[in-house]
T-cell receptor, first 110, second 115 residues
Framework: EAQVTQNPRYLITVTGKKLTVTCSQNMNHEYMSWYRQDPGLGLRQIYYSMNVEVTDKGDVPEGYKVSRKEKRNFPLILESPSPNQTSLYFC?????????FGPGTRLTVL | DQQVKQNSPSLSVQEGRISILNCDYTNSMFDYFLWYKKYPAEGPTFLISISSIKDKNEDGRFTVFLNKSAKHLSLHIVPSQPGDSAVYFCAARPLHETSGSRLTFGEGTQLTVNP
């Protein structure tokens, strides 16, 4: 079954404690992306990747890092999380103009 | 600034009636538009799209209309069903992007279809 998986689905952490949200796709797509969803703001792109070792900033990259060491995985890294990074995060795998989203990760930073 | 705007946070309609969700954009470089549907606790899923060379695209009960001069698009759902209750996101892609990697999304509209 074609899918995008994210882990964890829910996470509560404290300010400054480094965390990683994993994303994996089994569709062999070259393009992948990370978004955050906030009330009244919709989905905003954090980072995207065009292929292995090729990444670029989206609209709201501050405070985030990504890596793409292999095609199927695109982890999102928060080196020093802050409360304003409390949000719902979605990873997407992209084919053509269609984005296939993961189920989301609800992050709370206290 | 919000380049893709969905001015209605919510919409409520009766089952069997038409649902019309609206979306406005400001960037004249956008040339491809998409609608995504999102159920609670799930990621958004692609619903329908339209290229700027068209003014209408239809897929079953879903039709998207594009008015380029007004920078406005709308999604019509006829007839509406309770299972259509979800958040609908409008998204746009700029002309120079050859992939769908740089989509700009609107804020979303919560549609509720009442039985």
């Amino acid at each position: 079954e074609a899918q995008v998986t994210q882990n964890p689905r829910y996470l509560i952490t404290v300010t400054g404690k480094k965390l990683t949200v994993t994303c994996s796709q089994n569709m062999n797509h070259e393009y992948m992306s990370w978004y955050r969803q906030d009330p009244g703001l919709g989905l905003r792109q954090i980072y995207y990747s065009m292929n292995v070792e090729v990444t670029d900033k989206g609209d709201v990259p501050e405070g985030y890092k990504v890596s793409r060491k292999e095609k199927r995985n695109f982890p999102l890294i928060l080196e020093s999380p802050s409360p304003n990074q409390t949000s719902l995060y979605f990873c997407a795998s992209i084919r053509g103009d269609t984005q296939y989203f993961g189920p989301g990760t609800r992050l709370t930073v206290l | 600034d919000q380049q893709v705007k969905q001015n209605s946070p919510s919409l409520s309609v009766q089952e069997g009636r038409i649902s019309i969700l609206n979306c406005d954009y400001t960037n004249s470089m956008f040339d491809y538009f998409l609608w995504y549907k999102k159920y609670p606790a799930e990621g958004p899923t692609f619903l329908i799209s339209i290229s700027s060379i068209k003014d209408k695209n239809e897929d079953g009960r879903f039709t998207v209309f594009l008015n380029k001069s007004a920078k406005h698009l709308s999604l019509h759902i006829v007839p509406s069903q309770p299972g259509d209750s979800a958040v609908y996101f409008c998204a746009a892609r700029p002309l120079h992007e050859t992939s769908g990697s740089r989509l700009t999304f609107g804020e979303g509209t919560q549609l509720t279809v009442n039985p």
